[in-house]
């Protein structure tokens, strides 16, 4: 019962905090807000500000429980003693008509039921497998070491955590839950940020309709249960959409400073979010573009894109610094670097392309009916989205239209169902707008969304596999069922973790074939596919068992004998993907010999700089791979440093090499480079017999000692049946997970 | 106007053209030549430490164990598999209990392979065992199912009752 009072506490305290964070912002700003669009926009603005302090907080290293707490406390404080708490300098401008008794009881009834089953659902121990995986996990490994770390085996550590920020407190205090808890709080505030709006432009049943078509969705609240960030995100961009009505309304610069601010926090909060920054910017410069001189017009974009620097700006900066690349984990072959390969990247974008689908043309089904495919549904009220074109007709609906287009952009990119969020609130607003003002049609799509979307009804026409919520968790909310048996029951890899917390010592990492729920474990777990390193040791195991991957050919250049001082193996066919070129030993020969590899040899290459010791460690379970689909150009290259007599050079290459075709060239004496040979004759030879444990060698050189191989993983069998062939010792094994040391 | 604009974005313009390139590298420590590697021991031991201990269970292994090792019954009899079955020899320890052998006096334990009688030996003290044997070319198979096991010729009852008992086994298998 404590640790549910906890993460209440923890929750509310932040959520506490950045309302009034935000409410001390508005009070300075001096806007006109009614108090009913006031407290939302309060919570989502002061989630802004209070997001960088942590940030600093973070980048300081003084992340204590008792320097969190007390900005936490120093913010609701200041806020209560300057009045702000309350709106005390905030002018509530001309009143509107109050909501109907109808629109009340629809609305509240069911917006009501629905915010008890996720409050309920997030209040519960955390389950989701992103949320406990790297949102929570990359918060918990914070607050260990009380600040940032450059996590460049890990690609999630990357991405900017906005709302995440949020989370450290929250979870600081009351663990898992509070921040699944704040999480929820921004669906409330979206939601009534989305009731506030309607009333704004006189359209209260509009709004309420789109409202709850939002807060209602299947996978809004899956999402908003859990502590994931894409109803964060939604809210933020919403608030900065609003603000933008605000400032066209009131005209004051000032007010341009919220639009950009959450503009800024909007990527923070989510990449895949900074289309609202091009709306926020272009819609200030349209509304400018007569001022006068045109400086003057330029000053309002100026503000709003210098506030939006203020909060995305730290972001850019640390992943510039830290990981070479300011848009990590993305555009790497722009921004190249040692930690992501630009063919990850590519198998990752194909991959949250399609998702596995056969064909996009069903996704508008996929993705309001069945969810089998993109993890969740938005619910069968969407496809009424053509209807949304009706609004037009407003002003307000071409608004609406066109920020809920511009969001939408993105989603092609990643088409899971969670990654609509951010459009929905702009697209229900807009089907609720079409309807203009017909009460009882609204109402009644209000009904049927919240029925269809209610969770006993979604089982009867979803997919099995769709995301959504399946359970009203009270007693494990309030722990009365105990939080591990719960975890144990619900949570995939829970076990896992335990048990590696059991069985490992220290805080040594695991490399692990399969994800585990990073949040319950105090080691690091270093996932196969998270970064360019851990890529490089999964494909090194794999070669243990997988013939495809193992070093069975040669590629033999003869020439006569000449003496070159520097020499290169150049890759000439256009390859296709995802065919790379991958060479695990590069070898030069002297009259049958082989040239001593000498230290003050020179090695580079061209793509993939950085892995390039990998052909010239004498190890064949490891190799050097270009990184990117083979194409003409790519070169391995070695300075002797000297003039070396030379006749044959090797290339020990994989079965699957047929696609390359090299040529070898020598630098002259004046640096230019001269053909010597093309067309190398290929041999056969055998796959070395200790491969496994060569493989396993290389992890533990690497200072890993732990492997988790998932019992369904691709040759989880080769490991199980004979571990010690591998080098490696069964401790432990839980729920379909065996967890090896290696013995060496 | 245009020279404030040169100077502003030539920098941008020079940052964005320089390709992130590392300087070149030295070889690195070099691995142990693939010859050179210690030759690996194959074994096929199912020690009763192991986790996944029940997995290799065929019959006659009672639920009465401690962390280290386990009751058997009469005939127990586990499961193991080998890649390859050169030079193979059965290995196996365990201990045999004191009250035991007053009660039945010395026992014979015989030690098997796929069902076939490897050795057979009398104990006539209690304490901790160790046998280990070659396996005859053509008993085992690579790649297949393998039984090993032991036979108990007196099995024990103890006083409180429950299944009859013979050793107290540690670890079982096959090795190269």
Redesign the interface.
Known sequence: MRQAAAALFGAGFTVAACYAAGSLLIDQLRATLRQDERIPLAFILGAACLHLAIFAILALHIAYWPVLAGLLAATILAAIVTGAWRGAHTSIGKPVAPLSDSLRMVFGWCAGIFAVVYLVNAWAPEVSPDGAGYHLGLVARELRVHGFEPLTNDMYAMLSQGVEMLFVPAFAIGRHSAAALVHFAFSVALALAMLAYGRRIGKPWAGAAGALLTFASPVVGADASAAYVDVATAAIVFGAFYWTEVWDEQRHMSLLIPVGLLAGYAYAAKYTAFPIAIYALGLVAWRGRRLRPIGKSLRPVLLVAGCALIMAGPWIARNWIWYQNPVAPFANSIFRNPYVHVMFEHDYSERLRHYGMPSLWPLALEATLRGGYVSGIIGPAFLLLPVALAALRFQAGRRLVLAGALMFSTYFANIGARFLIPSLPFFSLAIGLAFGEAATLLAALMLIHAAASWPPILNHYVNANCWRLVRFPYKAALRITPPEDFLRKNSQGYSAAQMIDQKVPGNEPVFSMDGIPDSYTRHPILLYYESASNETLADTINMGWNAAEQPILSRVFSFPERKARRMRVVQTAEGFYPHQWNVYELRFFYHGAELARKLDWRLQAWPNPWEVQLAFDNSLATRWRSGETASPGMYLDVDFGRDEPVDEVRLIVSGDSELTRLQLESASSTGTWEKIAKNPTVMQHDVPKGIRRMATYELHARGIHYLMVADKSNGAEDFAEDPEAWGLKLIGHTEGERLYQTIW | MKRRLGLVCAPVLMASAC????G???????????ED?R??R???IVDMA???AKTHFVRDLTSNASATWRWTGQWPTLRV?M?SVENVRYTIDFAIAGAMLAKTGPMTVSFLVNDRVLGRIRYKHEGAQHFEKAVPAGWVTAGEDITVGASVNKPWTPPEGGPPLGIMLTRIGLTQ
Do not use: G, I, K
């Open positions: 390709r992130n390139m590392p070149p590298f030295a070889p690195p420590v070099q691995r142990q030549p693939l590697f030759p690996y194959m074994s096929a192991d986790e996944d598999r890649r």
